[in-house]
């Protein structure tokens, strides 16, 4: 199983940005899709979920409101809309796939390799 994340850069505190993780080697809707996040020096922590087929989603509260998951089974593809972004979301953000959406990083047998998300202030 291959999860490759993209869509992270440097953006002003405010503005947006939209991730993607494209994922192959298993089949897609089969899976939930989370999407975790670590900044220097912390753990990593959930920042969303999504069930198989997309009907069910998880937010950390920290997010909530301003995250969207997203995916398109079609595409094998999952999506992180962040708006409203502020500083404190600085940090690599990371996709990962398991048997049922859950907000531990124990719930999930693959990841991918990350990508930086730098919000200024």
């Known amino acids: 199983v291959q999860l490759v994340e993209s869509g992270g850069g440097l953006v002003q505190a405010g503005g947006s940005l939209r991730l993607s993780c494209a994922a192959s080697?298993?089949?897609?809707?089969?899976?939930?899709m989370g999407w975790f996040r670590q900044a220097p020096g912390k753990e990593r922590e959930f920042v969303a979920a999504?069930?198989?087929?997309?009907?069910?989603?998880y937010y950390a509260d920290s997010v909530k409101g301003r995250f969207t998951i997203a995916r398109d089974n079609a595409k094998n593809t999952v999506y992180l809309q962040m708006n409203s972004l502020k500083p404190e979301d600085t940090a690599v953000y990371y996709c990962?796939?398991?048997?049922?959406?859950?907000?531990?990083?124990?719930?999930?047998?693959?990841w991918g390799q990350g990508t930086q998300v730098t919000v200024s202030s």
């Open positions: 990962a796939t398991g048997g049922s959406a859950s907000t531990a990083v124990w719930g999930y047998d693959y």
């Open positions: 080697g298993r089949t897609f809707s089969w899976y939930a």
């Open positions: 999504i069930s198989g087929s997309g009907r069910i989603t």
